[in-house]
């Protein structure tokens, strides 16, 4: 593994199923973050945590739930699946928050149907 | 929460033309900036970054990007344009808290 690792690349789910996307990072990084990609709204941040055992609220969190058990995972899930959360899930991690760069793995593109 | 507002939504032009986009941001106070790209199919990558010092900071591929403070502005620019360049481009700011807020993106076309 080298970076940010997500699982599933894709997945079409059906309303009202959990869901969880996987995220795992190898750089030791102390924050990481979830982010959704829509057309015309660029990234909107949904959960995020600056070190492991803590969390935080993003812009968009109602509906997604995270955890923070160690500093290489960070699932993300969906506990009741809709269609508004079709979209295309980002994962990033940075050394610090804020003024260190983030690295973002290669995405989970979701469809709620 | 920090506002972000990228101009253009989409610019299409031909190889070896100029290229400049804007980014404007609502915080008054110390702001880390960041320009990311995406190319298709792929997930975001730094393009180029201002914390502090020099205001003209040069990036990977060519671009570059000035703070203009009294603007609230952190334009990206490329002299000349090449075919590859054609992706999608993410500002983001950080005004010290843990999250970057991005803009809404500028889709770049580049026509050979």
């Known amino acids: 593994i080298a970076g940010i690792t997500q699982a599933p690349t894709s997945q079409i789910l059906a309303a009202g199923r959990r869901m969880t996307l996987r995220c795992t990072q190898d750089?030791?990084?102390?924050?990481m973050y979830w982010y959704r990609q829509d057309l015309g709204l660029g990234l909107r941040l949904i959960h995020y945590?600056?070190?492991?055992?803590?969390?935080g609220k993003g812009e968009v969190p109602d509906g997604y739930s995270v955890s923070r058990a160690n500093t290489d995972d960070f699932p993300l899930t969906l506990a009741s699946a809709v269609p508004s959360q079709t979209s295309v899930y980002f994962c990033?991690?940075?050394?610090?928050?804020?003024?260190?760069?983030?690295?973002f793995g290669q995405g989970t593109r979701l469809t709620v149907v | 929460a920090q506002s972000v507002s990228q101009h253009n939504h989409h610019v299409i032009l031909s190889e070896a033309a100029s290229l400049e986009l804007g980014c404007n941001y609502s915080?008054?106070?110390?702001?880390?900036l960041f320009w990311y790209v995406q190319y298709p199919g792929q997930h975001l990558q730094l393009l180029l970054k201002?914390?502090?010092?020099?205001?003209l900071v040069k990036g990977i591929k060519g671009f570059e990007a000035e703070f203009i403070k009294s603007k609230f502005s952190f334009n990206l620019r490329k002299p000349s344009v090449q075919w590859s360049d054609t992706a999608e481009y993410f500002c983001?700011?950080?005004?010290?808290?843990?999250?970057?807020?991005f803009g809404a993106g500028t889709t770049v076309t580049v026509r050979a």
């Open positions: 750089m030791r990084h102390n924050a």
């Open positions: 983001a700011v950080n005004d010290g808290d843990y999250k970057l807020s």
């Open positions: 945590s600056n070190t492991a055992g803590t969390t």
């Open positions: 915080y008054g106070g110390t702001v880390n």
């Open positions: 990033a991690s940075s050394l610090q928050g804020g003024s260190t760069e983030a690295f």
């Open positions: 201002y914390f502090s010092g020099d205001p």
